[in-house]
């Protein structure tokens, strides 16, 4: 085979869905180039060279549908290209090929030119300049540089404003030709499809492409002294965000006993921030935390008022230090396991869910079965936690405060 790549066939599902994964290295400039090429590959390419043509052509494939999207995955950003289709098993065309062939032209042949590259820049503009005017989004964005200074968390997997017009149209060609060449790429499909005709057509219309190495991508946030940063914007909402390095991340034996430990303090209607922050003393409509698996991070998150920051901010630290010192019932740690078994038994029925499980799988060179890995979780107890949160630490408190005289 041509690519790396993994097939998960259920005949329970109808459609099949091609997942073209590529991997490049974290860097400021080359990310705005990677949202730049999945905007232009987006919706056109050289056979295809106008939008309405490549509707029709999806059309063609019965109502096929291409995705393109960028993400963080740890030391890496992911272009993920994805084509979903009907099986044909429920049709009289066979497709399936046509589908392997599409994704093809869409990844090799992208229309890069004067026009297209624009057009994308003018798109990534305007969805920053958006994400800049939701101030939760932009302070976390904003958190994430401030504490992931000279680390991948600094840089923003959406890109960067002000790098998008140093990029010209010989910079994006290079840079597309770079990525077919040298990015670490897998296949990943799911769904319905006859797997000895998928590998025929990957044979002949995908090439060969490096494998992923699953040691490169995981990393621990460095410790670091802790900051306290406070900014103002004219918003009438506030942001309070905490940022710890955990120096836990999904390679980790205990991530297990780590990820039940954040949903104990925040992700249950029971858990320590929601009771404290919103039930108990009205401070906050959402709050939560959350871990960066891959990166070794645990987040703190809310929004409210101004005045409501420093009590916040204080309960929250009470929270954290429950769970680090082990004030944990067995009801509540019942509670964060039922959690993990239900997101388990829901991804078998969820072919988006099976793709991104797969992918991290891939990721991880872990391919436990949904049993295999409840059983880890089923195994944790309150003092593998209280380990696992042992070298917790904030790094980061980030105020974004509102301007009230505006």
């Known amino acids: 085979m041509t690519i790396n790549t993994h097939f ?20 400021p400039i ?3 180039k990677f949202v730049l090429l999945s905007e232009l590959m987006d919706d056109r390419n050289v056979l295809y060279p106008t ?38 098993t429920f049709i009289e065309e066979n497709i399936q090929d046509q589908m392997f062939q599409l994704l093809s032209q869409v990844v090799y042949q992208p229309l890069i030119n004067e026009e297209t590259l624009s057009e994308a820049k003018s798109n990534l503009s305007d969805r920053l300049l958006r994400q800049k005017e939701k101030p939760n989004t932009y302070a976390t964005l904003r958190a994430f540089e401030i504490a992931g200074e000279n680390q991948p968390l600094s840089i923003s ?6 790098e998008i017009e140093n990029i010209q149209l010989e910079d994006m060609l290079n840079f597309h030709q770079s990525v077919i060449k040298e990015a670490m790429a897998v296949l990943l499909v799911v769904g319905h499809f006859d797997q000895d005709r998928a590998t025929t057509s990957i044979n002949s219309h995908i090439k060969s492409h490096p494998v992923i190495d699953s040691s490169l991508f995981a990393y621990k946030l460095n410790k670091k002294s802790h900051q306290h940063v406070s900014e103002v914007l004219p918003i009438s909402q506030a942001s309070l965000i905490k940022i710890y390095s955990s120096q836990i991340n999904i390679q980790s034996p205990n991530y297990e006993a780590y990820r039940l430990g954040t949903i104990i303090l925040g992700q249950l209607p029971t858990s320590y921030l929601f009771q404290e ?23 703190m998150n809310t929004q409210l008022a101004n005045q409501n920051i420093s009590l916040a901010n204080q309960l929250m630290d009470e929270q954290l230090n429950k769970i680090k010192t082990g004030n944990i019932s067995e009801a509540l740690l019942d509670g964060a396991k039922l959690m993990i078994h239900n997101s388990l038994l829901t991804v078998q029925d969820d072919e988006t869910l099976i793709l991104h499980q797969l992918g991290q799988s891939v990721l991880t060179n872990n391919y436990l079965g949904i049993q295999e890995r409840f059983q880890r979780y089923q195994q944790v107890e309150i003092e593998d936690i209280v380990k696992a949160f042992c070298e917790v630490n ?12 505006d």
């Open 8 to 27: 998960h066939f259920d005949s329970k599902f109808k459609s099949i869905n091609l997942s073209f994964r590529f991997y490049i290295p974290f860097k």
């Open 30 to 32: 080359d990310n705005t």
């Open 51 to 88: 939008k309405e043509a490549m509707l029709f052509q999806l059309d063609n494939l019965f109502g096929a549908t291409l995705r393109t999207r960028v993400s963080a995955v740890g030391n890496y950003h992911q272009l993920e290209i994805r084509l979903t289709g009907v099986s044909d």
């Open 157 to 162: 997997s959406g890109g960067t404003y002000e």
């Open 277 to 299: 922050v919103r039930e108990k003393h009205s401070l906050a409509y959402s709050v939560g935390a959350t871990t960066i698996g891959f990166d070794g991070v645990l987040l």
């Open 394 to 405: 904030e790094i980061l408190t980030y105020e974004l405060r509102g301007n009230e005289n």
